[in-house]
């Protein structure tokens, strides 16, 4: 399967781009594991126009986890214009444009999946960023805003009319948000239509390697993207089982990688008290997140104490305590 030049060979499986989730640090545990292709975490258009330091940070990418993509959201098309020529100078291989995300504080203004409401707008915004950078532009968007109005089969057309080189969707409406069952039928359909001729890729209730497997063999997709089941667990891209110890030796690290790159970020070659905060916060959404706790009694009063910590030598005590307890 390819991506305008890149080649991710057969069935690739794909990290989605996630708000607070796919920082560098993760991004990079989960190139190492298998990913065949990573995203940032996406990013405003208006606020890289408004240069905010915050979200401009969210642009930083390494080598050593290319491909990666860098998605923006945002409702206003000199805005998403702006800010795509803003990416293309961060250097990632590709651009992907946000129409997916449910959550009010985009889709209710207008951005993200609530572009789903404003067609004309959507494909404007897209065909506008296509002709403003050399890169490769994808998109991810819903099958609609709700179940009257599933449009996915248009408006996949109208999108690769666009311009567009490979098209994610997610197996769910705008108001169903997260919730329910992801219906990958109208996902096949799309793949299956003679008339597209870029990558589909699917996403939706994949929590395993196997889910890929199905959705490949069932729908036919090019890629599958993994979200949610990623939390706590960069492995889930791996074939090869590892042992609670590899899992929590993972974790451990994670914890330190973010450290360190928050540091190296504000100029320091030894983290600082607050280069240790902002890694534990990095953190600590996987570490509520992983499966891999799930076997320890009432873990409840551990699990507070985890994500109240506030030092790395107690965080790490404390997963290391978990470690014993699991044995």
Same mark, same amino acid.
């Given at each position: 399967?390819?991506?305008?030049?890149?080649?991710?060979?057969?069935?690739?499986?794909?990290?989605?781009? =996630?708000?607070?989730?796919? !920082?560098?640090?993760?991004?990079?545990?989960?190139?190492?594991?298998?990913?065949?292709?990573?995203?940032?975490?996406?990013?405003?258009?208006?606020?890289?126009?408004?240069?905010?330091?915050?979200?401009?940070?969210?642009?930083?990418?390494?080598?050593? @986890?290319?491909?990666?993509?860098?998605?923006?959201?945002?409702?206003? #098309?000199?805005?998403?214009?702006?800010?795509?020529?803003?990416?293309?100078?961060?250097?990632?291989?590709?651009?992907?444009?946000?129409?997916?995300? &449910?959550?009010?504080?985009?889709?209710?203004?207008?951005?993200?999946?609530?572009?789903?409401?404003?067609?004309?707008?959507?494909? @404007?915004?897209?065909?506008?960023?296509?002709?403003?950078?050399?890169? &490769?532009?994808?998109?991810?968007?819903?099958?609609?805003?709700?179940?009257?109005?599933?449009?996915?089969?248009?408006?996949?057309?109208?999108?690769?009319?666009?311009?567009?080189?490979?098209?994610? %969707?997610?197996?769910?409406?705008?108001?169903?948000?997260?919730?329910?069952?992801?219906?990958?039928?109208?996902?096949?359909?799309?793949?299956?239509?003679?008339?597209?001729?870029?990558?589909?890729?699917?996403?939706?209730?994949?929590?395993?390697? !196997? !889910?890929?497997?199905?959705?490949?063999?069932?729908?036919?997709?090019?890629?599958? =993207?993994?979200?949610?089941? #990623?939390?706590?667990?960069?492995?889930?891209?791996?074939?090869?089982?590892? #042992?609670?110890?590899?899992?929590?030796?993972?974790? @451990? @690290?994670?914890?330190?990688?973010?450290?360190?790159?928050?540091?190296?970020?504000?100029?320091?070659?030894? &983290?600082?008290?607050?280069?240790?905060?902002?890694? %534990?916060?990095?953190?600590?959404?996987?570490?509520?997140?992983?499966?891999?706790?799930?076997?320890?009694?009432?873990?409840?009063?551990?699990?507070?104490? =985890?994500?109240?910590?506030?030092?790395?030598? !107690?965080?790490?005590?404390?997963?290391?305590?978990?470690?014993?307890?699991?044995?």
């Amino acid at each position: 399967m390819k991506i305008g030049t890149i080649d991710f060979g057969d069935r690739p499986v794909f990290l989605a781009p =996630m708000e607070d989730v796919t !920082d560098i640090g993760f991004r990079m545990l989960c190139k190492r594991f298998g990913a065949a292709m990573v995203y940032t975490e996406f990013v405003s258009a208006e606020a890289l126009v408004r240069d905010v330091k915050s979200t401009l940070r969210k642009l930083t990418i390494s080598d050593e @986890e290319r491909p990666v993509g860098i998605q923006i959201y945002g409702r206003d #098309t000199d805005a998403m214009v702006e800010a795509a020529k803003i990416v293309e100078q961060a250097g990632p291989d590709l651009i992907d444009l946000n129409f997916g995300c &449910p959550v009010k504080k985009v889709a209710g203004k207008g951005a993200g999946a609530g572009m789903l409401q404003n067609i004309p707008k959507m494909l @404007e915004i897209t065909q506008k960023v296509v002709e403003a950078v050399r890169l &490769p532009v994808t998109a991810k968007t819903r099958l609609g805003w709700n179940h009257e109005q599933l449009i996915i089969t248009t408006l996949a057309e109208q999108l690769q009319a666009c311009g567009i080189q490979a098209l994610t %969707i997610h197996g769910r409406t705008r108001s169903q948000m997260y919730t329910g069952q992801a219906d990958w039928t109208l996902i096949g359909e799309v793949r299956h239509n003679p008339n597209i001729h870029i990558p589909i890729i699917g996403n939706g209730d994949i929590k395993s390697l !196997d !889910d890929a497997d199905r959705a490949f063999d069932t729908y036919g997709v090019d890629a599958v =993207m993994i979200g949610r089941a #990623t939390f706590g667990c960069p492995w889930i891209f791996s074939r090869k089982e590892l #042992t609670l110890d590899e899992k929590i030796d993972v974790l @451990e @690290e994670q914890l330190r990688i973010n450290i360190e790159r928050i540091a190296a970020a504000n100029g320091r070659s030894v &983290p600082e008290r607050e280069d240790e905060l902002r890694g %534990i916060l990095h953190t600590r959404r996987h570490l509520a997140a992983t499966p891999v706790f799930k076997g320890i009694p009432n873990f409840r009063e551990t699990r507070i104490q =985890m994500l109240r910590a506030e030092k790395k030598d !107690d965080l790490l005590a404390i997963l290391e305590r978990c470690r014993e307890l699991l044995r």
